[in-house]
Structures are given as structure tokens and as C-alpha cells.
């Protein structure tokens, strides 16, 4: 299962893809704070057996970005 995530400041934005072709939506995570947030996220992905996550980055380019790349062995 690919699970995409969008990080905002009051929500996170969630979806999922089953067969890695189309994208459904899925409830957002509501943001208290930053500790929950990770549990939340954490917790989402182990219920959903994540086996790819996709992180939206902010446009702009005003963040770092750091790319993370699966590879065969």
C-alpha cells in the first residue's frame, strides 16, 4: 500500500493508494502538537501496512529537501 501524506500547520492531509495507479482520499490528521501528530501518522501507517510513504513538499523551495530512494538489492 503507497500512502501519501501533505504536512500543513493545522492538519496533515492523507491519502492512499492500493494498486499504486490512483489515489483516494482519507481522513486528515488533526494537528495539537507535534508529538501527537508523529504518533498519529505513525499509527496511520501501521493500520494501512504502509510499504511506500510520499511526503509533499511546500513549493517555494524555502525548505530543505531530503530525498529518500528505495533501492533493489
Known amino acids: 500500500m503507497i500512502v501519501a501524506i501533505d504536512i ?3 492538519r496533515i492531509g492523507m ?3 492500493p ?3 490512483i489515489a483516494l482520499p482519507i481522513a486528515p490528521i ?3 502538537n507535534r508529538n501527537q501528530a508523529a504518533k ?3 499509527n496511520a501507517l501501521k493500520d494501512r501496512e504502509a510499504k511506500i510513504l510520499v511526503v509533499g513538499l ?3 523551495g524555502s525548505y530543505g529537501i531530503i530525498i529518500l ?3 533493489a538489492v
Open 15 to 17: 491519502a492512499v493508494s
Open 19 to 21: 494498486d499504486g495507479k
Open 8 to 10: 500543513g500547520l493545522k
Open 58 to 60: 511546500p513549493k517555494g
Open 30 to 32: 488533526l494537528r495539537k
Open 40 to 42: 498519529d501518522v505513525s
Open 69 to 71: 530512494e528505495e533501492k
